[in-house]
C-alpha cells in the first residue's frame, strides 16, 4: 500500500500537468490545474444522468449526454496539443455543454419540468473565472441569465417532447451533482491559493526580514527606523576582480552561491540580518530590525567564522580569502522602492564598517575603535593603528584575532 500512493500521486500530477507548457504564468498554470480537477469531475458525475435518460427512454437526451462524456478525452488532449489555445477549447465545450442543457429544458418543458438543468451554467461561469479571466466569466454570466430566462419562457411556444417522471428527484441530484462539482473547484482553488500564497510568503521573508515583511504586508507607508546600537559587517572575497576575468559566467556564479550559501548558514544560525550582496561584497546587520545588547560580539563571532572557514577549506576547489571590516553605532534602517524593493541601512556607521573592509588585510578582520570598546574584554585583538578612511579622516583600528574562552556560549 505504501508504494502506491506515490504512484497515484505521478498519475494525478500528469494530469494536472495536461496543458502545461515552458514559460506559463502561474496564474494560469493554477486555473488550468483547478479546471483539469473539475472537469474530469463533471465528465464522471454526467454518467448517472446519462444512464437514466436511456432507463427512462430518452434516448437523444442520453446520447447527447454521452457526446459531452466522449468529448471529454479529446479536449484534454487538445489541451495537451495545443496549450496556448486552452481559452478557445474551453468555450467550445462549454457552448456545447450550454446548448445541450436548453435542448434539455426545450424536451422537458421548461425550467422546472426539465430539474433545473440549466443551473449548471453557473458551472460555467465559475470554470470561466477560474481558467480564463473576468471578462469571460462575465460573458457565460449573461448567458446563464439569458439560458434561465429561456427556459422559464420557452413552454409558452414549443410543447414538451418528454415529461419527466420524477421532477423533485431530478432537481435534487442536479443540486447535488452541482455541489458536488462547486465543492470540489473551490476546495482544489483553495488549496492552489494557499500554496501560490506560501510561495509568496516564502520568498517576501527570504527577501526581507519577517518583521519587515509583515509590517509591508499590513500596508505601510514607508519603513524607516533608527537603531542606536547596531554593528555592520561587510566582507569581499580578497582579489577577485582578476581571479574573475578568467572564469566562465556559470562557474563565476556557482562560486559566489557557494560561498553566500555559506555565509547565510552562518548568518542563520546567529540569529543575525543579512542585508544584501553587492558584486562579490557580503553586508550583515546585527541589532536591527530587533534590538539586541550583544550586536558587537555576535558580528564578531560571525566575522571569525567567516574567516576560519574559508581559511581552511577549500571552495569548489578554490582557497580564498576573506577580508572583513565590522563598526558598530547608530544607524537607519528601512525599505527603498516600490518596485524590486530592499531593506537597507544608512548612517555613518555603515559607510564606516564599508571602510573597514576596503582598508582592511585580506584573511584578516579589522574592526573600528567603537566595536573594539564593545568586544575587547570577550576577543583577543591587536591595534592596527591609525588607518587613513577615505571621506572619514584618521581612524584608529583594530585587528579580531580570536575569541576569550568566556564569550557566552549562546553567541557562538
Known sequence: MPTMLPRWRRVFESLLAI????????????????????????IFLTIPTAVSYFAAGYAPLALANIALIGLGPLVLYAIHRWPRWFARIVNCYFALGYAEGLVEATMFGGLVRSGLGVIFGLVLVLGALITIGPKAAFWWFIAFVVGVLYALVIPSFVRPTYHMRSVSGEIAFNLIELGIV????????????????????????????????????????????????????????????????????????????????????????????????????????????HPRPDHAHATAVLALRMRNHFASNDVLGRRLSFRIGINSGPVTAGIIGKRKFSYDLWGAAVNAASRMESTGIPGSIQISAETYQMIRDDFVCEERGVVAVKGLGEMTTYLLLSRREQVPAEIG
Open 182 to 289: 462547486v465543492f470540489i473547484t473551490l476546495v482544489y482553488f483553495v488549496r492552489q491559493r494557499d500554496r501560490f500564497q506560501r510561495l509568496s510568503d516564502d520568498l517576501l521573508h527570504n527577501i526581507l526580514p519577517d518583521e519587515i515583511a509583515r509590517r509591508l504586508k499590513g500596508d505601510a507607508d514607508m519603513i524607516a527606523d533608527d537603531f542606536l546600537e547596531a554593528s555592520v559587517l561587510f566582507a569581499d572575497v580578497a582579489g577577485f576582480t582578476p581571479m574573475s576575468a578568467g572564469m566562465a559566467p556559470a562557474e563565476l556564479v556557482g562560486l559566489l552561491n557557494e560561498v553566500f550559501s555559506i555565509c547565510d548558514g552562518f548568518v542563520e544560525e546567529l540569529g543575525l540580518e543579512k542585508i544584501k550582496t553587492v558584486g562579490d561584497e557580503y553586508m550583515v546587520a546585527a541589532g536591527v530590525p
Open 19 to 42: 496543458g502545461s507548457f515552458p514559460g506559463e504564468p502561474e496564474i494560469r498554470r493554477g486555473g488550468r490545474r483547478v479546471f483539469i480537477v473539475a472537469f474530469i469531475a463533471a
